[in-house]
């Protein structure tokens, strides 16, 4: 069982030698994730902002208004917004009455 040579090692409860491990026991935290997370945060942030500038001092919202009431796709699309806001108000109306109702019989 043993090998030629080798005693058997009782106090390690094992054959032969131990293993070592070649990677080093305080390793240095990856910062490559975060760095990545802060750069495309900061690019996000600069598009934002810049739509933002463009839509406030560029013009581009009185455009996209007046195209909205010049033509009959502009019409449609503002009348699907118009849709969707109104049920996102209802929707939200909804859950936050069935929430206090809930509230309130689960205090009874």
């Given at each position: 069982m043993l090998g030629a040579g080798q005693p058997a090692a009782r106090g390690r409860g094992g054959i032969g030698l131990s293993m070592t491990s070649l990677t080093p026991i305080n390793r240095a935290p990856d910062k490559s994730i975060?760095?990545?997370?802060?750069?495309?945060?900061?690019?996000?942030?600069?598009?934002?902002l810049g739509v933002l500038y463009g839509l406030t001092f560029g013009?581009?919202?009185s455009g996209f208004g007046r195209w909205m009431?010049?033509?009959?796709?502009?019409?449609v699309v503002r009348y699907a917004?118009?849709?969707?806001a109104l049920l996102v108000c209802v929707l939200l109306s909804t859950a936050i009455l069935i929430y206090a109702e809930r509230k309130l019989w689960a205090a009874v």
């Open positions: 975060p760095i990545v997370l802060a750069i495309a945060g900061a690019a996000v942030a600069i598009i934002v013009g581009w919202l009431y010049a033509t009959n796709l502009g019409t917004l118009e849709s969707l």
